[in-house]
């Protein structure tokens, strides 16, 4: 789940003076997330098989109509389609300075982040929102399109590399700040993703090569809405369940999702790690090497950064599965199990999503209001009234951001937690190897908690 350029800061104004030792909240967070856990054992501890996944789910009937209708489709599909050509539009023809450009406000806050936020607190909105569906969906109405070819079987790793790439445009290429190469990117992807749906087929292209379409379906799944189709795939009910169960659902697995969702963790863990001492110290270390490669070298030194810390990441979530699955005691498929339990990072990636975006999304995204009244930078004057409009700071002080990032953060984890030990439940089909095998996982989450919280905490805190 990422996410946000150099322009785009994700905090602002003075830091803030922490009344005890960032030690001590790192402490008391870990230790949450282990009380979590002894009470998850209590209340949980006897749900083993097939019942340690089933979750309650409250019928909504009076949205199926609303639900099943062509309305959200449309209505979402023109959005997305707008969006997606301001982008384009803007960017190519509008002001060079990022921040005052509209292009860069929707690419980086309002979809890379906010639309993800969005997201996992309500349900999989980039399924109504998808401008490339929206577009093949309004020709295939006029023209029947009809694929040339069978999409061979390459899983989900198209979409692995999609997504890599746009991390790199974000993170590591220096360039997510101009305007111009945005757009460029936006109309070249746009051309890609209709043209892989126009001869390999609109389903198979969104789910296996689409990156945003994948990130959107794992997303959505920890939403709270839950959509029941018939074999037509039309929709027959609407439920209501609780935040992250969805993820506990049966899915695809393959190593290829596994990579998927670690490059959500790492991402962001990477956005925020160029912002603290340890990162420049890491690129004094290496000024040898970049240095000589002139403009090149600030693209290297970060990709091997983001690329590091993705293998890091992977590496440390296989081995704590060894043990897990060592700890359950039972066989099982390697594959499967670890794509199941990688799913449960999934709350991770999104609460860290929010912490670490809480100021770009609600600060930074009222800045896009007042270019409205000149979006191109022509000299006109179409919104006079919000031409003055300056953006509010009273949801974002230093302290403010601090303490909401550590209650996502725990709360993230909590959900993580309890997943884990459900999936257990049901892979290791006993209460006591269930249990057992949890502990590596604990030690897993209480450290992605603790060292996440020590991220967020070094561009926002001083000492304490």
């Known amino acids: 789940m990422v996410l946000g350029t150099d322009i ?101 806050i309002y979809f890379w982040t906010a639309t993800v936020i969005a997201s996992g607190l309500v349900g999989n909105l980039w399924y109504l929102l998808n401008p490339w569906a929206a577009m093949y969906d309004g020709f295939n109405r006029l023209n029947r399109l009809r694929p040339a ?87 027959t009910m609407v439920y209501l369940r609780a935040w992250g169960v969805g993820l506990l659902k049966a899915g695809p697995s393959g190593w290829d999702r596994v990579i998927f969702v670690i490059l959500m963790l790492s991402t962001l863990a990477f956005d925020a790690l160029i912002a603290t001492p340890s990162w420049q110290d890491f690129v004094i270390e290496l000024e040898p090497i970049w240095l000589p490669m002139g403009p090149f070298g600030f693209f290297f030194v970060r990709t091997l950064g983001l690329i590091v810390v993705t293998i890091s990441f992977f590496l440390v979530f296989v081995a704590f599965m060894e043990a897990v699955i060592y700890f359950g005691n039972r066989k099982v498929d390697l594959t499967a199990t670890v794509s199941a339990f990688a799913l449960t990072l999934v709350p991770i990636a999104l609460v860290y999503n929010a912490a670490h975006n809480y100021s770009s999304v609600l600060v930074q995204s009222q800045s896009l209001i007042p270019l409205l009244n000149d979006p191109l930078a022509k000299g006109w004057h179409l919104w006079p009234a919000v031409a003055s409009i300056k953006p509010n700071f009273v949801l974002a002080p230093a302290s403010t951001v601090w303490y909401a990032q550590v209650v996502l953060i725990v709360l993230g984890s909590v959900i993580a937690v309890y997943l884990s030990y459900l999936r257990a439940g049901e892979r290791f089909r006993t209460a006591q190897r269930a249990l057992l095998s949890q502990y590596p996982m604990l030690l897993l989450m209480v450290t992605y908690a603790m060292t996440s919280l020590w991220i967020l905490a070094q561009p926002v805190t001083t000492g304490g």
């Open 8 to 108: 785009f800061l994700h905090f602002f104004g003075p830091r803030y003076s922490l009344p005890i030792s960032l030690a001590l909240y790192l402490y008391a967070a870990a230790g949450i997330v282990v009380i979590s856990f002894a009470l998850i054992v209590v209340v949980r501890g006897d749900q083993v098989g097939a019942k340690a996944l089933q979750y309650p789910r409250r019928k909504l009937p009076f949205l199926v109509p609303f639900a099943s209708s062509p309305l959200p489709h449309l209505v979402g599909g023109v959005v997305g389609i707008l969006a997606l050509f301001a982008v384009m539009i803007a960017g190519l023809v509008g002001s060079t300075d990022p921040t005052r450009n509209p292009a860069e406000y929707l690419t980086w």
């Open 149 to 235: 070819w069978k999409l061979p079987n390459v899983g989900v790793w198209p979409a692995v590399a999609t997504y890599l790439s746009f991390a790199c445009l974000e993170l590591t290429s220096g360039m997510a700040n101009q305007p111009r190469l945005v757009a460029l990117t936006a109309l070249a992807y746009t051309a890609l993703t209709m043209g892989g749906m126009i001869l390999f087929g609109r389903d198979d292209w969104l789910a296996h090569c689409e990156a945003f379409t994948v990130l959107f379906d794992i997303v959505g799944r920890f939403g709270p809405v839950e959509a029941e189709r018939d074999a037509d795939g039309r929709i």
